[in-house]
């Protein structure tokens, strides 16, 4: 066990929808990231947020944001969605946002976009 | 444009034989060099990382790394591969000096055959 939670598991919706992803790091880590995993894009960076702050930005959406609040737990927000948007979403955390740290992820977030 | 490689999709190896997963990497500067693994349906999981120092790290469940800054590679190695160890592996950078962000490669399957 990893220590970091998402939920929900499984989510099944439809184009145009909005859905919300929710992380909760392991306790004592400061930074979460979000990844997203497909069959033809692979594991991609999205976004990754240092004690409530927005600290580095990868291959993410405009129709895509998240947030980190202040009990550190942290949402991605997918909206407008799209049948490509389905895939696996990954939330991990670390202790900081040095690098120098491994992440740790949860078991993810599996969206399927009918 | 910043890159890793793990050239093979899939490596079959019998039981109690040794075992490599390759991984280059094209980035500039010294990066820092991570591996993972994950088991179906679940997140992934550290398993070593090179920052500085002996070119050869050990890592969880018997693996071992070495990095290679002339061929820029970062081979994971275990001498005696468990049947347990077939999942899929990932190879993972983080450049600096943007270390926030990890690069992961394609992945690796490995299967070990009883």
């Known amino acids: 066990d990893s220590g970091v939670t998402q939920t929900p598991k499984h989510l099944i919706t439809a184009t145009g929808q909005r859905v919300t992803l929710r992380c909760s790091p392991r306790s004592g880590d400061l930074s979460v990231y979000w990844y997203q995993q497909s069959l033809d894009q692979g594991l991609q960076f999205l976004i990754q947020y240092y004690n409530g702050e927005e600290r580095a930005k990868g291959n993410i959406l405009e129709r895509f944001s998240a947030q980190q609040f202040p009990d550190l737990h942290s949402e991605l927000n997918l909206s407008s969605l799209e049948l490509g948007d389905s895939a696996l979403y990954f939330c991990?955390?670390?202790?900081?946002?040095?690098?120098?740290?491994?992440?740790?992820f949860g078991d993810g977030t599996r969206l399927s976009i009918l | 444009a910043q890159s890793v490689a793990q050239p093979e999709d899939q490596v079959n190896v019998a039981e109690g034989n040794p075992l490599t997963v390759k991984c280059t990497y094209s980035v500039s500067g010294n990066p820092y060099l991570f591996w993972y693994v994950q088991y179906p349906n679940r997140g992934l999981q550290f398993l070593l990382k090179?920052?500085?120092?002996?070119?050869l790290v050990k890592g969880s469940y018997g693996f071992e790394a070495e990095f290679n800054k002339s061929q820029t590679s970062f081979h994971l190695k275990k001498p005696s591969a468990l049947v347990s160890d077939s999942a899929l592996y990932f190879c993972a950078v983080s450049p600096l000096p943007d270390t926030d962000k990890l690069i992961f490669g394609t992945g690796t399957r490995l299967q070990v055959f009883p």
């Open positions: 090179y920052i500085t120092g002996d070119n």
């Open positions: 991990a955390s670390s202790v900081d946002g040095s690098g120098t740290q491994p992440q740790h």
